[in-house]
């Protein structure tokens, strides 16, 4: 009787791409392997530096440069300097105790700092600034310089440096950067009497809605005056937020 083991052949048998695979499969363990064991480990080394500090009990036996450095000692000078240990002592006096010489040095504080004067860079009122004086603010380019100037004229002036947050395309990021070198001058801003203005010029207030607009216009006509903002608030004809926007543009004259 004959035993087949083609069967078993076909089992345990590899193919092409199989033996290909499993040979660079070892060439890879290999190499793994031979850099885990070439490569050395690298190990830090701690070594205990101690110091010895003369004896200052008893430094009769001292003279000269000795002398001065005990006497240095006695009085605590060495760590009133704010210097501490044996490293202080032998940078001062040397090995053996003799004292080095201190040199200073030849450039004085205040010779180092004339070589860089500070820089005062002054503040930019922005309902005055023109394009050009816009750009030196760091971040704004001829672009958002152009907007920044078209927004205070939709606007009418700029009440507040945060409105420059509603001008498109001017990231926070550069707002932070810039907000402590601008500030807003209100008296430069347009205001509108509420209680004379149409339709038509209380529409300059870039905040107001029709809606909003149309209400105040009725009231008035009703009312026949509006002596604060308040009164706008507490008839529901704005909310308050936008009665904080509105407020700065905005006159009650008789």
Same mark, same amino acid.
């Given at each position: 009787? &004959?035993?087949?083991?083609?069967?078993?052949?076909?089992?345990?048998?590899?193919?092409?791409?199989?033996?290909?695979?499993?040979?660079?499969?070892? *060439?890879?363990?290999? *190499?793994?392997?031979?850099?885990?064991?070439? #490569?050395?480990?690298?190990?830090?080394?701690?070594?205990?530096?101690?110091?010895? #500090? %003369?004896?200052?009990?008893?430094?009769?036996?001292?003279?000269?440069?000795?002398?001065?450095?005990?006497?240095?000692?006695?009085?605590? &000078?060495?760590? &009133?300097?704010?210097?501490?240990? %044996?490293?202080?002592?032998?940078?001062?006096?040397?090995?053996?105790?003799?004292?080095?010489?201190?040199?200073?040095?030849?450039?004085?504080?205040?010779?180092?700092?004339?070589?860089?004067?500070? /820089?005062?860079?002054?503040?930019?009122?922005?309902?005055?600034?023109?394009?050009?004086?816009?750009?030196?603010?760091?971040?704004?380019?001829?672009?958002?310089?152009?907007?920044?100037?078209?927004?205070?004229?939709?606007?009418?002036?700029?009440?507040?440096?945060? /409105?420059?947050?509603?001008?498109?395309?001017?990231?926070?990021?550069?707002?932070? *950067?810039?907000?402590?070198? #601008?500030?807003?001058?209100?008296?430069?801003?347009?205001?509108?009497? #509420?209680?004379?203005?149409?339709?038509?010029?209380?529409? @300059?207030? @870039?905040?107001?809605?029709?809606?909003?607009?149309?209400?105040?216009?009725?009231?008035?006509?009703?009312?026949?005056?509006?002596?604060?903002?308040?009164?706008?608030?507490?008839?529901?004809?704005?909310?308050?937020?936008?009665?904080?926007?509105?407020?700065?543009? *905005?006159?009650?004259?008789?």
């Amino acid at each position: 009787m &004959n035993f087949n083991s083609e069967p078993i052949k076909n089992w345990f048998g590899f193919t092409r791409r199989e033996r290909r695979s499993t040979f660079i499969m070892l *060439l890879i363990i290999i *190499l793994i392997l031979g850099l885990r064991y070439t #490569i050395p480990d690298s190990k830090i080394v701690i070594e205990d530096i101690t110091g010895t #500090i %003369p004896d200052t009990e008893n430094h009769s036996d001292l003279s000269g440069k000795d002398s001065l450095f005990a006497n240095d000692l006695s009085r605590g &000078n060495l760590m &009133n300097r704010g210097k501490k240990g %044996p490293a202080y002592i032998k940078k001062s006096y040397g090995i053996e105790g003799e004292r080095i010489p201190f040199v200073k040095n030849k450039h004085t504080p205040q010779q180092r700092t004339s070589n860089y004067p500070r /820089q005062n860079n002054p503040l930019i009122e922005i309902n005055r600034s023109d394009s050009a004086t816009l750009v030196n603010l760091p971040g704004i380019g001829p672009v958002l310089s152009a907007r920044i100037i078209k927004y205070r004229r939709l606007l009418g002036g700029y009440a507040s440096t945060d /409105q420059l947050k509603e001008v498109y395309g001017l990231p926070v990021e550069t707002f932070e *950067l810039i907000k402590g070198r #601008i500030f807003a001058d209100s008296s430069m801003i347009t205001k509108i009497n #509420i209680n004379s203005a149409g339709y038509k010029e209380l529409s @300059h207030i @870039h905040y107001f809605e029709k809606y909003e607009l149309t209400a105040i216009l009725k009231y008035r006509e009703i009312k026949g005056r509006i002596k604060c903002i308040t009164d706008l608030t507490e008839n529901k004809l704005i909310t308050p937020e936008k009665a904080r926007k509105v407020r700065p543009y *905005l006159r009650f004259d008789n």
